[in-house]
């Protein structure tokens, strides 16, 4: 069964990643734009540089061809914010991405969004797996990609400039030119190079760039930017005095980021200097939105600001719809992905590289300087997360622990509430919390924790781990 989860389709290639469940899931979206009266509209197709995503996308268009819609394909491997961004831009009805975002190299997906270029939220995804239940895998309709191509059916396209023009409107050119700046970019094999390169040079940033190439094993590592991943950046930066060193996902949602002394700075952390940024030194005003697995840190900030801070569920999906719902200047996640007002509603790690350089140029400041700022006026949380692998067999014994029986371990703490909205998530009346959680793209259990010092939130994650028998 073909499962939408936080981030879209993903499966292992050749299991259930396969020619047949694309060309459902293309006839699914198919089944549902039909259902809402849009017959021949126009459908954006992109992919990023996985094995067989060109393929996947072609396969899907040739879908999309036989349902009688006409697909604008980007013509080579793109960023995700890309797709999402001419989306919106051609105000088209539907897009899709064929992606697994930063999963290990043996996963390959499809995301699906929505018009506006925002990702699709489970009401879409649900009538998306509705309409593929009703299918006849071998009756589909298509039409081969390049017999498509040649009659016009398929329109193949290539919005870079319109993509890089739409975010160097949104900073400041002229003052990031006047700093020089060293910036080092590892885009981890995936799609970001070309576009981080061609904004950074125009902007007269000094570049640098490792793992460019294209290498569908990603060097052999979860094309996901972490303190691990980015080891090898965070040594070019410290021996080239580089002022920054950026790295995106496999497909350059996600932003990850070393300091001018080759240390990792934590999702949370960036999170919390954009949103301190954009309230201290640009000025802007508005809250910000954040999931329950992401730093309390951001209420302070907002709180000193007379602002508020809104907690949502894990997914993308469900940050985009707090921020249009409160008018959000940012919203964020702690795995690196971020929106900023303006631009698209959805993560773009590319534009969030281009707001933290803006951030050095006009403040004058590093970013640790920058943090310490921060930590001087709010004070200082630790945070501390975990994964866990799960057969299908123990995620069942533990969904009814926590979520039948609703069992909790004594933490040693005065309990405030608990929500099981999306996981299982501890307040405490010291305002530390704790959540466990399942992932929605893959076979994990995710724990994080917050708290007034690293003991304390490590002693949180020790007595769940304990009580939970991994």
């Known amino acids: 069964m073909i499962q939408f989860g936080t981030g879209g389709w993903r499966a292992i290639i050749a299991d259930e990643f396969t ?12 089944g549902l734009m039909r259902e809402e009266g849009l017959a021949g509209a126009q459908v954006c197709v992109g992919y990023d540089r996985r094995f067989l995503s060109k393929e996947a996308a072609h396969w899907a268009s040739e879908v999309l061809v036989g349902y009688g819609f006409r697909p604008m394909v980007v013509n080579r491997s793109s960023p995700t914010p890309l797709i999402m961004f001419t ?18 190299a043996i996963y390959n997906g499809i995301k699906v969004f929505t018009a506006g270029g925002r990702d699709a939220d489970q009401t879409v995804t649900a009538k998306i797996e509705a309409h593929i239940r009703q299918l006849d895998p071998e009756n589909l309709p298509s039409l081969d990609y390049d017999q498509a191509l040649q009659a ?4 193949e396209i290539y919005p870079f400039n319109e993509y890089i023009d739409s975010i160097l409107q949104f900073v400041d050119v002229e003052k990031i030119k006047r700093t020089r700046l060293r910036i080092a970019i590892d885009p981890m094999y995936g799609v970001s190079q070309s576009c981080l390169r061609t904004i950074l040079l125009t902007c007269r940033c000094d570049v640098d760039v490792i793992h460019e190439q294209h290498d569908t094993l990603f060097g052999g590592k979860m094309p996901a930017p972490s303190a691990d991943t980015l080891r090898l950046l965070s040594n070019y930066v410290l021996e080239n005095h580089c002022n920054l060193g950026i790295a995106t996902d496999g497909d350059a949602d996600r932003l990850g980021v070393i300091d001018e002394n080759g240390n990792y700075v934590p999702a949370n952390t960036l999170l919390v200097l954009l949103y301190y940024y954009l309230l201290q030194y640009r000025g802007w005003k ?6 329950n697995s992401t730093t309390c840190l951001l209420d302070r900030v907002a709180a000193d600001f007379g602002e508020s801070c809104y907690e949502v569920p894990v997914g993308f999906k469900y940050i985009s719809a707090k921020m249009a719902e409160t008018g959000a200047i940012i919203g964020g996640e702690s795995s690196g992905g971020l929106a900023v007002r303006g631009h698209i509603a959805g993560k773009d790690g590319i534009y969030a590289a281009a707001l933290l350089v803006e951030m050095l140029a006009v403040t004058g400041k590093s970013v640790a300087q920058l943090y310490r700022e921060i930590i001087r006026k709010y004070g200082l949380l630790y945070y501390v997360d975990a994964n866990f692998s799960m057969a299908p067999a123990r995620k069942a014994q533990l969904q009814e622990i926590l979520f039948v029986q609703k069992q909790l371990p004594d933490f040693g703490v005065d309990i405030a509430r608990v929500s099981r909205e999306d996981g299982c998530k501890v307040y405490f009346t010291d305002g530390s919390w704790v959540i466990c959680r399942f992932s929605g793209t893959e076979p994990l259990l995710r724990m994080a ?15 769940w781990k304990t009580a939970l028998e991994l």
């Open 87 to 104: 989306v919106k831009q051609l105000s088209l009805p539907y897009g899709m991405a064929v992606t697994a975002s930063h999963n290990p």
């Open 152 to 155: 016009g059916l398929i329109q």
């Open 19 to 30: 020619k047949a469940n694309i060309r459902l899931v293309a006839a699914g979206l198919c």
């Open 286 to 291: 508005g809250p910000c939105v954040r999931n």
């Open 449 to 463: 924790a917050e708290g007034s010092s690293k003991a304390q939130a490590e002693g949180y994650l020790q007595i």
